[in-house]
């Protein structure tokens, strides 16, 4: 067991960084003060997930998992080109984060971020917030930024279970390294031996994310593709230094190594797939090895055998992979983005090694056709009617409101390249969160429709029809909720045509689904959780260009919300560090 594993276990104790993620030791952390009851013989006790509504009913585990994460600037080299990077606790990704189902997850955050100081915030990405929606972490809508300087503790339930991730929601700051995996323990549906851990597939930037940023919402139509440099697997990929740009200096070393799993014949293992990439929709695959696919998000699925798993950005998917009895040698791991106009990547192939025996051989697999073909033709999600919920929910066939969202891509009247909703183009004041004036009564906002505000009053449910003209993929997140997907197109078939649902009786379930180039999806969410939540794309490019939208849901009752008196005393300090030090705030904020 590694040592910070053991650190983990403990109740109470802060948790600081760790430079890889081995495998997970148990199937959920012990806790020795106070001794957690384990009724059934888990931390949840006898919830499972074919008899638990998660949404209704998660447990309450009264255990707290505490950690401490500083991030500043420092240097980073994980494929050989040496950059200037944003990290956490000093690298990058960032620690694991782990918790039980029912947990209470604390982490007081640092910032230190200098040359130049900026505000940050970090969202924990899928986690409902029920009760809790001012911890959500997105400056300008749930919270000011935190200022350089100051720190900030958030503290919030782990109401769901599986795999997923957090990130800063600071601009596109973690296109620049402030992102790590997040596990939380919960009910298994099929059986393993080893759990892998996270694995996260993650688009990689030699330029620093400003630079990107200003050229993705430029005036030079050519440099608005944003197009990667390398594509890592758990922060690790070789490059090759002779294609650095004429004339940049900056020390690289090629063949700086990749990322390797060791395998035991005859078990099970579970890898928790993560894209936190930045805009490339990655297809993951082993050579010679199927693959059971267990879970998308944090929802488990009635399980499908796979040679390619999809995932646009922020898409998780858990996998089991059965190595025979008699397996020997090594094999290639794949990742690679999906091929231009799907995404965009100079060089989109990442790769690792899975190896039986005592250490790593040379591998000469040879990667799956049904992978090969994907990377070529297929920029969507795999087909809803497949990913089909472990537990059964049916969603209002006649939700009170259903929303038309329509994304475009235009210039405004400067000549910047923006992506818009309904013709809007979203852009934060960091000085003004919108749940924090929903709190207060202020629900009529003298800067809309920038902000981009729904307010859907105290409907018990809202369907959104989103459809998208544009020749390019959307990974669409929605806060605060696992929605409905009731339709999905493939690529090209146009606008939703009415009344074509699929599976309404129990549909797929997730946090992101990407809508396919010059096609639609059909979400739909319960009004069951009051908040001001986001509704964006998650491409880091797209969000800071304007693609987003504000979800306030049943702001009667966030009137009523209790909101702790620490997130107007943030807004004070960052209103006074702004008074000397002003945001170069050139995007959305977001």
């Known amino acids: 067991m590694k040592p910070a594993s053991l650190i983990t276990l403990v109740y109470g104790t802060l948790v600081s960084g760790q430079a890889t993620y081995p495998n997970i030791p148990a199937r959920f952390l012990h806790t020795l003060e106070p001794i957690t009851a384990l009724p059934g013989g888990f931390p949840w006790g006898p919830r499972t997930a074919s008899n638990t509504n998660p949404y209704v009913d998660p447990p309450n585990t009264g255990v707290i998992r505490k950690y401490d994460f500083t991030v500043s600037r420092g240097t980073a080299a994980p494929d050989g080109y040496s950059k200037n990077a944003l990290l956490i606790n000093g690298q990058f990704p960032g620690p694991l984060l782990e918790a039980n189902w029912g947990d209470t997850i604390q982490v007081t955050l640092h910032n230190q971020i200098t040359g130049p100081q900026e505000g940050v915030a970090l969202h924990w990405h899928g986690m409902l917030q029920k009760g809790t929606p001012w911890m959500d972490g997105v400056p300008a809508i749930s919270q000011c930024p935190i200022p350089y300087g100051q720190s900030f503790t958030y503290s919030f339930t782990a109401d769901l279970y599986g795999t997923s991730w957090y990130h800063s929601h600071y601009s596109a700051q973690y296109s620049g390294g402030l992102l790590g995996p997040m596990i939380i323990h919960g009910p298994s549906t099929l059986p393993y031996d080893i759990d892998v851990g996270p694995v996260l597939l993650t688009d990689y930037y030699h330029r620093d994310y400003f630079t990107v940023m200003k050229d993705v919402m430029g005036t030079v ?54 894209n936190a990439g930045s805009e490339g929709m990655q297809k993951f695959s082993l050579d010679d090895h199927n693959m059971t696919v267990i879970a998308n998000d944090f929802v488990p699925i009635i399980p499908y055998t796979t040679q390619v798993v999809s995932l646009g950005i922020a898409q998780r998917t858990d996998v089991l ?49 049904a992978w090969v073909d994907s990377i070529a033709n297929s920029c969507q999600n795999d087909p809803v009617d497949q990913t089909v919920p472990w537990f059964p929910i049916t969603p209002d066939p006649a939700p009170p409101v259903t929303q038309l969202v329509t994304i475009g891509l235009t210039t405004n009247s400067t000549g910047h390249t ?173």
Request: aromatic share 10%.
């Open 321 to 369: 992979i059965y190595a025979p009895a008699n397996a020997s040698g090594s094999y290639t791991m794949r990742s690679s983005i999906a091929v231009y106009p799907c995404s965009f990547a100079h060089q989109p192939d990442a790769t690792a090694i899975v190896y039986y025996g005592t250490s790593p051989e040379t591998c000469t697999s040879t990667p799956w056709p």
């Open 221 to 274: 139509p050519a440099k608005v593709p944003a197009f990667s440099d390398n594509n890592l697997i758990n922060g690790r990929n070789n490059f090759d230094c002779s294609k650095v740009a004429a004339g940049d200096n900056t020390p690289c070393e090629s063949n700086a190594g990749i990322s390797s799993f060791k395998f035991t014949p005859g078990k099970t293992h579970l890898l928790r797939l993560i």
């Open 418 to 590: 923006i992506w818009t909703m309904n013709n809007v183009a979203f852009r934060g004041d960091y000085n003004a969160p919108i749940l924090l004036l929903s709190n207060s009564g202020n629900n009529s906002y003298p800067f809309d429709p920038e902000w981009n505000v729904y307010n859907f009053g105290s409907s018990s449910s809202v369907r959104f029809v989103i459809n998208n003209p544009t020749g390019f993929p959307h990974p669409i997140h929605l806060h605060g909720h696992n929605f409905f997907v009731l339709a999905a197109g493939a690529p090209g078939d146009g606008n939703f045509p009415d009344g074509a649902l699929t599976n309404p009786k129990n549909p797929q379930r997730r946090d992101v689904q990407v809508v396919a180039p010059n096609s639609y999806i059909v979400i739909q969410l319960t009004a069951d959780n009051p908040g001001a939540w986001p509704l964006h794309c998650h491409i880091a490019w797209h969000v800071s260009a304007g693609l987003f939208l504000t979800v306030l849901e049943r702001p009667d009752d966030i009137k009523n919300l209790k909101i702790p008196s620490i997130m107007a005393q943030t807004c004070r300090e960052w209103s006074a560090f702004t008074n000397t030090t002003i945001p170069n705030q050139i995007d959305s904020g977001l």
